[in-house]
Structure formats: structure tokens, C-alpha cells
């Protein structure tokens, strides 16, 4: 009964044991309580520190225990003094936090500059997506291209979109169309969607993008290789630019639990038709293959299931079959 309030059970049963006979030594609590002794003299040192027993005025030398309104009293309130003090401790940790954190800011190397920061290096990306994270209280836009994404960033994201989604944060995601042949990355926007964010996807995606509470953007310094580091700005007509540049991508893309739409008149795909764009403008099957999120072999194979279907030869006849049939 007494465990709450900080007491063995040994210590609870030699005070009550002691309330009962004050005239028990430790021998004899040894046996009354069948207790090895170096139990019983834990007990007496437990019930000594928490003031519950007091020298004996009738036998000096000996122990007898308080009554227990005075011994709960006398509990409670060192507790409530430990608790204080602990408080008191932790409100000097927090401006001792707060401090340090003023103080080492200057040290970065990343110092955010006139609304803008670099941020150079994936650990320098990380810690400062955590901050953004963290601050987080309406909504985050973001877009993820590149098809599949790699294990080491869903497990990083998680996290971060688990907290964000828990304190009713509004999360819109778009991934490209080819997430949805990677099972890893599929489960991860379904594992969003169960818990209330919105997931579209579409063939092309404009670059990387993070926009938080539509007051700070994070954005690649190099789309075509995010390792380089990144731009953390809070300048407001850039903010106004990237988010209307994702309203029109979100609104072209498809939720993630409908299937990619086909042309009624062709027949086409968003996929397909994209594809067919793309390599007219003469771009190689290694580009067009990033600008999907597809393998190489994947572009190849789509590509020839066209010019069957255009009775194509070559490409370039099936550019022109495409036009003449009102694909392009």
C-alpha cells in the first residue's frame, strides 16, 4: 500500500510490524517477518532516511516507530520538496538550454542570412528539417520526385511525419506515379493516408520542395544532386512562388488510392503521355528516365508497346504517327 510513497515492501512490513510491537529487535523481526537480516536492516535504513522512526525515550538505543498520520505527513512533504526542487532544477536547465543555444548559434556554419539560409551537407538538411519540423503548426507542402525514395529518407521522414500528423498538422505529399511499383515507398504513402494526409501523384514533378506553414521553404541548391546541400528561405515572394508552383502540380495529380487516368480519345495515360513529350523534344532515355522516376529498361519498355500500338518502326515514325493522331 505504502509503495507509492517511496516505501520497500520489507520497509512497509517492518513499520507495520513495528506499530504493532514496538518492542522488537532486529532478531526478532527476522523471525516474525522470516526475513534474512540484511533485508531487515535495509528496511530500518529505508524507514531511518524517510524520518519514520525516532529514538525510543522508554529504551535508549532502541528504534520505535511514529504514528502513521505523522509518518504520511512527514513522506508526503519530502516529497513535495523533491518535487519542487526538481522543478526548480529543470527551469534552471531550460535557461541554461536556452543560453547555450543563443550563445552557440553564432558557431554554425549554416547562420541563416538576410531570410535565407545554406545549408550545406545532408547532416546540416536533417537538423534543420527537425527544427522546421518541430515548429510546425498548420500545414507542410512538400514534393518528393525521383520515383522510389531511399530507405535512409522514409526512415528519417517518419519520425518527423508521425509527430507532425499526431498534433493535426495537414501533410500534402505529391510522389511521382512510379511509387506506386515500389512497395517500399508505396507503403509509406499509404501508411500517410491511413493517418490522415492527403498523397497524389503524378508522371512529372517540378524539383524537390518543402514548405512549411507557408512561411519557410527548403529547396535543393542543385535539383539534379540534392547531396550538394540546400536553401532554407523565408523571403515572402519566393515563399508565394513555390507554393503556387505546387497548387498547379497538386492539382494535376491523381490521389494515390485512384488509378492514373486515361485519355478517352487515345487511350493514353498521364504516364504515356508525358513519356511521349518528353522524348519528342529529343531528350535521351536516361533523362526522360529521371524526369519519370523510372528505371532506363522501364522507359524503353513503355516506349516499345507505343510504337506497337502506333505501328511504328523507329521513334522518330512513331513521333510523327503520335502528332498525326492528335497524342502530342
Given at each position: 500500500?505504502?509503495?507509492?510513497?517511496?516505501?520497500?515492501?520489507?520497509?512497509?512490513?517492518?513499520?507495520?510490524?513495528?506499530?504493532?510491537?514496538?518492542?522488537?529487535g532486529?532478531?526478532?523481526?527476522?523471525?516474525?517477518?522470516?526475513?534474512?537480516?540484511?533485508?531487515?536492516?535495509?528496511?530500518?535504513?529505508?524507514?531511518?532516511?524517510?524520518?519514520?522512526?525516532?529514538?525510543?525515550?522508554?529504551?535508549?538505543?532502541?528504534?520505535?516507530?511514529?504514528?502513521?498520520?505523522?509518518?504520511?505527513?512527514?513522506?508526503?512533504?519530502?516529497?513535495?520538496?523533491?518535487?519542487?526542487?526538481?522543478?526548480?532544477?529543470?527551469?534552471?536547465?531550460?535557461?541554461?538550454a536556452?543560453?547555450?543555444?543563443?550563445?552557440?548559434?553564432?558557431?554554425?556554419?549554416?547562420?541563416?542570412?538576410?531570410?535565407?539560409?545554406?545549408?550545406?551537407?545532408?547532416?546540416?538538411?536533417?537538423?534543420?528539417?527537425?527544427?522546421?519540423?518541430?515548429?510546425?503548426?498548420?500545414?507542410?507542402?512538400?514534393?518528393?520526385?525521383?520515383?522510389?525514395?531511399?530507405?535512409?529518407?522514409?526512415?528519417?521522414?517518419?519520425?518527423?511525419?508521425?509527430?507532425?500528423?499526431?498534433r493535426?498538422?495537414?501533410?500534402?505529399?505529391?510522389?511521382?506515379?512510379?511509387?506506386?511499383?515500389?512497395?517500399?515507398?508505396?507503403?509509406?504513402?499509404?501508411w500517410?493516408?491511413?493517418?490522415?494526409?492527403?498523397?497524389?501523384?503524378?508522371?512529372?514533378?517540378p524539383?524537390?520542395?518543402?514548405?512549411?506553414?507557408?512561411?519557410?521553404?527548403?529547396?535543393?541548391?542543385?535539383p539534379?544532386?540534392?547531396?550538394?546541400?540546400?536553401?532554407?528561405?523565408r523571403?515572402?515572394?519566393?515563399?508565394?512562388?513555390?507554393?503556387?508552383?505546387?497548387?498547379?502540380?497538386?492539382?494535376?495529380?491523381?490521389?494515390?488510392?485512384?488509378?492514373?487516368?486515361?485519355?478517352?480519345?487515345?487511350?493514353?495515360?498521364?504516364?504515356?503521355?508525358?513519356?511521349?513529350?518528353?522524348?519528342?523534344?529529343?531528350?535521351?532515355?536516361?533523362?526522360?528516365?529521371?524526369?519519370?522516376?523510372?528505371?532506363?529498361?522501364?522507359?524503353?519498355?513503355?516506349?516499345?508497346?507505343?510504337?506497337?500500338?502506333?505501328?511504328?518502326?523507329?521513334?522518330?515514325?512513331?513521333?510523327?504517327?503520335?502528332?498525326?493522331?492528335?497524342?502530342?
Amino acid at each position: 500500500m505504502l509503495e507509492m510513497l517511496g516505501l520497500s515492501t520489507a520497509a512497509e512490513a517492518v513499520y507495520r510490524t513495528m506499530l504493532t510491537d514496538p518492542c522488537l529487535g532486529v532478531a526478532q523481526l527476522c523471525a516474525h517477518l522470516a526475513l534474512p537480516e540484511t533485508r531487515v536492516r535495509e528496511a530500518l535504513d529505508q524507514l531511518a532516511d524517510l524520518t519514520l522512526l525516532r529514538q525510543s525515550l522508554d529504551h535508549p538505543g532502541t528504534l520505535r516507530a511514529i504514528s502513521p498520520e505523522i509518518a504520511l505527513d512527514v513522506v508526503l512533504r519530502r516529497q513535495e520538496e523533491d518535487v519542487a526542487r526538481r522543478q526548480q532544477e529543470l527551469a534552471a536547465q531550460k535557461a541554461a538550454a536556452a543560453r547555450a543555444v543563443a550563445e552557440f548559434a553564432h558557431l554554425r556554419p549554416d547562420t541563416p542570412a538576410e531570410g535565407s539560409q545554406r545549408l550545406v551537407g545532408l547532416d546540416a538538411i536533417q537538423t534543420r528539417l527537425e527544427v522546421l519540423a518541430k515548429e510546425l503548426t498548420d500545414e507542410c507542402l512538400s514534393v518528393m520526385p525521383g520515383g522510389a525514395q531511399s530507405q535512409a529518407s522514409l526512415q528519417a521522414s517518419q519520425p518527423l511525419d508521425e509527430d507532425a500528423m499526431g498534433r493535426g498538422v495537414r501533410l500534402l505529399t505529391l510522389y511521382q506515379h512510379s511509387v506506386r511499383n515500389d512497395a517500399a515507398t508505396f507503403a509509406y504513402a499509404q501508411w500517410m493516408t491511413d493517418r490522415g494526409a492527403e498523397v497524389r501523384t503524378a508522371p512529372v514533378l517540378p524539383p524537390r520542395l518543402l514548405i512549411f506553414d507557408r512561411q519557410v521553404a527548403v529547396v535543393p541548391i542543385d535539383p539534379a544532386n540534392t547531396r550538394l546541400g540546400a536553401l532554407c528561405t523565408r523571403e515572402p515572394a519566393v515563399i508565394a512562388t513555390l507554393v503556387a508552383m505546387f497548387e498547379q502540380a497538386w492539382e494535376t495529380a491523381v490521389p494515390l488510392g485512384a488509378d492514373p487516368k486515361r485519355d478517352a480519345r487515345t487511350g493514353l495515360d498521364t504516364t504515356e503521355k508525358q513519356l511521349l513529350t518528353l522524348l519528342a523534344t529529343g531528350l535521351t532515355d536516361e533523362t526522360v528516365a529521371k524526369r519519370l522516376g523510372v528505371s532506363m529498361r522501364t522507359v524503353r519498355r513503355q516506349m516499345a508497346a507505343l510504337m506497337e500500338r502506333l505501328n511504328a518502326s523507329s521513334r522518330f515514325e512513331a513521333g510523327l504517327k503520335a502528332a498525326q493522331h492528335g497524342w502530342l
